[in-house]
C-alpha cells in the first residue's frame, strides 16, 4: 500500500486542542505592576537625554505599557518632541510619557 505524503504531512501539523490556552498562560504569568511616578530630578535628566537623541541612534529604552515594564533596545528611526510627541525605534512606536529609562548606545 503506497503512502501518500500529504497525508502523512498532516500528521506532524501542530495541533492546538485548547484554543486561546497557551494565551491565557502567558497572561497569567504576567506579574501586574503600576506605573510609578517619577520624581522632578528623574524627569529633568530624562527630558535631557531624550532632547539628545536623534534618529540613526542606537538607544535601549524601558517604557510602560499595559500594567508592565517593556525594554526595547534599536535604532531610532523618527522622533517628534513637538508635537505628537513620540520617539520610534525600528517599528516600535512609543508616546514620550511611557518611557521611564533611555539610555544611548550609541551616538552618529
Known amino acids: ?15 492546538d486542542a485548547l484554543k486561546g ?3 491565557l498562560l502567558e497572561e497569567k504569568e504576567k506579574i501586574v505592576v503600576e506605573k ?6 528623574d524627569l ?6 531624550i532632547h539628545k537623541v536623534k ?5 535601549q529604552v524601558v517604557y510602560y505599557n499595559e500594567e508592565e515594564y517593556i525594554f526595547l533596545e534599536g ?6 518632541l513637538e508635537y505628537s510627541k ?15 529609562d533611555i539610555k544611548i548606545m550609541e551616538q552618529l
Do not use: C, W
Open 1 to 15: 500500500m503506497p503512502t501518500n505524503h500529504t497525508s502523512r504531512a498532516k500528521l506532524f501539523i501542530p495541533f
Open 21 to 23: 490556552f497557551r494565551e
Open 36 to 41: 510609578r511616578i517619577l520624581g522632578e530630578d
Open 44 to 49: 529633568e535628566e530624562l527630558n535631557r537625554t
Open 55 to 59: 534618529p540613526g541612534m542606537i538607544v
Open 75 to 80: 535604532v531610532v528611526s523618527k522622533i517628534d
Open 86 to 100: 513620540y520617539i520610534q525605534i525600528v517599528k516600535k512606536r512609543l508616546l514620550l510619557n511611557q518611557i521611564v
